[in-house]
């Protein structure tokens, strides 16, 4: 069975600019959850997805969002970049919301925001 | 405020030896704990989880959950230097995966 991909791997923007970045789920599981990580702050969770509807979200702007299709994948997209949103942004999929359900993590996307 | 607490380290153990890896949560609601170990510029890989009270094994991984002090370990035994990673202890309640920052394992030959 694939894995979680995304897409793309990585990415250089400019402050001001948006950007777009996607996740595959593993086949089967419908909940995706995006991260970001930084050195500084680790993984922090900014939100999470389960039938195309938003069903958790972490203390982020509203400059960040997101979206899951009918197909389970999703899109995370950050407006009016800032250097401080350079960081690794995971995703990770799971067969359903919360509990006991493991969380498997995609290779993940480096954003560089100059 | 949900926090999942681990010493940054690095924690240096000799090849063959015991690591032990400990982490604390604040949340009485969360329901299981998940041990990832990350790579340098590699995302978190899933090592095991565990919900019940005591010890769970996989191979030469033991996890230990002890919700009345709100303490969860990871031993690793046999370490060898391809253990040399990050581990992250995270909690998940109802919703949402809290992380820790982790802890840094070196294992020297």
């Known amino acids: 069975k694939a894995g979680v991909t995304q897409t793309p791997r990585y990415l250089i923007k400019t402050r001001g600019q948006q950007v777009t970045l996607s996740c595959s789920p593993i086949?089967?599981?419908?909940?995706v959850s995006w991260y970001q990580q930084t050195p500084g702050q680790g993984l922090q969770f900014l939100f999470e997805?389960?039938?195309?509807?938003?069903?958790n979200k972490g203390n982020f702007p509203g400059r960040f969002s997101g979206r899951q299709f009918s197909n389970s994948r999703s899109e995370m997209n950050v407006s009016t970049l800032e250097l401080g949103d350079s960081a690794l942004y995971l995703c990770?999929?799971?067969?359903?919301?919360?509990?006991?359900?493991?969380?498997?993590f995609g290779p993940g996307t480096r954003l560089t925001v100059l | 405020q949900k926090e999942v607490e681990q010493n940054s380290g690095p924690l240096s153990v000799p090849e063959g030896a015991i690591a032990s890896l400990n982490c604390t949560y604040s949340?009485?609601?969360?329901?299981?704990f998940f041990w990832y170990r990350q790579y340098s510029g590699k995302s978190p890989e899933l090592i095991m989880f565990i919900y019940s009270n005591g010890d769970k094994e996989d191979g030469r991984f033991t996890a230990q959950l002890n919700k009345a002090s709100q303490y969860v370990s990871l031993l690793i035994r046999d370490s060898q230097p391809s253990d040399s990673a990050t581990y992250l202890c995270a909690g998940r309640g109802y919703s949402t995966l809290t992380f820790g920052k982790g802890t840094m394992l070196l294992v020297s030959p």
């Open positions: 997805y389960f039938s195309e509807t938003q069903r």
């Open positions: 949340d009485r609601g969360s329901q299981s």
């Open positions: 086949s089967g599981h419908r909940s």
């Open positions: 990770a999929s799971s067969p359903t919301m919360g509990g006991y359900n493991e969380q498997f």
